[in-house]
């Protein structure tokens, strides 16, 4: 057989050995120890809290959508992005969640509720979503368009979905924590999406107010985060005793 | 022969094309638009419909037609070469490069369905590079100044610079390509120094690789230098040659520009795939003047061409230049 046939022969048997999946190794979520027990609600303590922005903002970008006129016909006007959402100095869409404090100790109802995130308009419908290792993520594609769904996790398995038609669904789920993973659509490339994936149920994203609540958390020193996409992360410790109820601030800062 | 070379010719010409396309795709960041393959988003690659050309998409699927339509070229350069061609070594050549351009379509999908693994995806654009170059050599060979010439070029030196020159050009391009797979084309945010240093302060690996491509660019504006001085002082009356050195040092003069805007643009796109389509073009013209140093190993391989021998001042047929 001519050397040419074998070279690439090889080349198409080792391009069919990396296509083929091997075997599961994506990270799992840490398993509660033998001992772990529900949390009382009886003594949980509760976490409220609002995340406030000093100074100027950035100003949005100007989304360019006319590379395909069905998302630009769906919007009248400027459509701005939603990186910096600031109304009298509080701050939404920032992810606030319990970093660190709660190890493997308490057992937690499993989540089945279905978290939605929709395609609307051209834009990620929430921006920034929290939900937990095992739930479902229901991506819906309300666009008479075609969109795929890019997650880009660093832990999680990557994945690529096409969605090329009105009315589209498609539903998945994380293995592991993790805090956050950037949605894209790669051929719109203006959409942008944060989801956060946590093995507990103690996390809020702040909405129009910057206001956030964290119910029924054990008593406990705990670490808080709170996350945005542009500004970072930032975090207090917190000590919670039984049937505990307290506010916290955290402040951003832009030049 | 002489229609076999012309459109060797036209296949090159689809291939700069083939490669602005692909580039276009890497520089908007649309390589994973289209997430299916070979089917696009479901559909036939050939049927699906242009009102669905849109964002990203409009790169990634003109990418894959055009490859398409470079891979039916191919077939036909490889089946014509075999009927027409009497060397032996350049039909085998059209062969090659049909297999080059089938692994190379194999490769852009795995990478697509892989999500683009930085290793995959410098692969596809290495070996893009190196199709173009089985292109560029098909069309130099079958030249009919290629076939009749008198009197071969013969300079050791020539042939050594050139080869090396040649074999960095390809380097660099690599180098190039794993900058560019890896996001790390900002790395190194200021041009020509370097954090506002000559070497850069602070090191990471996208640094480096960045850093790697502006040294590997000094290196080879140095050879093609040394390579069209060499030319130009030794071979001013050879036509063949300072063509191609000239052209060599004009395209080098516009990949460092369009290098350095690639920067300051922050990387807009089609600066970056200008930069990216004139490296191939600096690799073709330096493996034609390469081809041509060695053109004289070749003379036993040429099969005699009996009406052009009974005299030296009629070897060459007229308008046929060497």
Not at chain 1, 39 to 59: F, H, S, W
Not at chain 2, 229 to 245: K, S
């Amino acid at each position: 057989m001519p050397r040419i046939y074998r070279a690439v022969g090889c080349v198409l048997l080792l391009a069919a050995a990396v296509a083929c999946d091997g075997p599961d190794n994506t990270p799992k979520a840490p398993a509660p120890a033998p001992d772990a027990k529900k949390v009382d609600a009886g003594t949980a303590a509760t976490l409220r809290g609002k995340v406030v922005l000093e100074g100027t903002p950035p100003a949005n970008a100007v989304l360019k959508m006319a590379s395909d006129p069905a998302c630009s016909a769906a919007h009248t006007g400027d459509v701005l992005a939603e990186t910096f959402v600031v109304n009298n100095g509080a701050l939404q869409n920032v992810f606030v969640y319990i970093r660190d404090g709660l190890g493997n100790k308490h057992l937690y109802d499993a989540a089945t509720e279905i978290v939605k995130l929709d395609q609307k308009g051209c834009r990620y419908t929430p921006h920034v979503v929290g939900l937990r290792v095992a739930q479902p993520l229901e991506v819906s594609n309300s666009d008479s368009t075609l969109h795929n769904v890019h997650a880009l996790p660093d832990t999680n398995r990557e994945f690529n979905t096409a969605q090329p038609i009105q009315g589209f669904k498609n539903t998945v789920t994380f293995t592991a924590p993790e805090v956050m993973i950037p949605f894209k659509c790669d051929v719109h490339n203006w959409m942008s999406a944060y989801v956060g994936v946590l093995d507990h149920p103690y996390f809020a994203v702040t909405g129009g107010g910057g206001t956030f609540e964290l119910r029924t958390i054990p008593p406990g020193t705990y670490t808080i985060e709170a996350w945005h996409e542009k500004l970072g992360r930032q975090e207090q410790s917190v000590t919670l005793g039984e049937k505990d109820s307290k506010d916290i601030t955290f402040t951003f800062k832009v030049q | 022969v002489t229609w076999l070379h012309r459109y060797a010719k036209f296949v090159v010409a689809c291939t700069v094309l083939l490669i602005t396309a692909g580039g276009m795709v890497t520089s908007t960041d649309s390589g994973l638009s289209v997430p299916d393959w070979p089917t696009t988003y479901g559909w036939n690659m050939f049927t699906f419909p242009f009102s669905k050309w849109v964002g990203g998409i409009r790169y990634e699927h003109s990418h894959r037609l055009i490859a398409s339509a470079v891979g039916f070229l191919t077939i036909v350069l490889a089946i014509w070469t075999w009927r027409v061609e009497p060397r032996r070594w350049v039909r085998r050549l059209g062969f090659l490069a049909l297999g080059a351009v089938i692994v190379q379509g194999i490769l852009g999908g795995i990478t697509v369905l892989l999500l683009l693994p930085p290793a995959v995806s410098i692969g596809h654009a290495g070996l893009a590079q190196l199709f173009f170059c089985l292109t560029v050599t098909i069309a130099a060979v079958t030249a009919p100044g290629w076939r009749y010439a008198v009197h071969p070029v013969e300079d050791a030196t020539l042939r050594k610079v050139a080869v090396v020159t040649t074999a960095l050009i390809y380097t660099q391009i690599l180098i190039g390509a794993t900058m560019r797979h890896n996001d790390a084309g900002l790395a190194i945010p200021d041009f020509p120094l370097a954090f506002g240093h000559v070497i850069p302060p602070a090191w990471n690996a996208k640094v480096a690789i960045h850093f790697a491509h502006r040294v590997g660019a000094l290196v080879v504006t140095v050879l093609i230098l040394a390579t069209a001085g060499h030319v130009f002082y030794h071979h001013r009356r050879r036509q063949e040659l300072t063509r191609p050195a000239f052209f060599l040092v004009m395209l080098l003069s516009m990949q460092v520009t369009l290098g350095a805007f690639v920067v300051w643009s922050t990387m807009d796109p089609v600066i970056n795939t200008a930069h990216v389509v004139n490296g191939a073009l600096v690799l073709g013209t330096s493996l034609l003047l390469t081809l041509r140093s060695f053109r004289s190993g070749f003379e036993r391989l040429v099969q005699p061409i009996h009406q052009f021998t009974a005299s030296p001042d009629r070897q060459i047929p007229r308008g046929v230049r060497t």
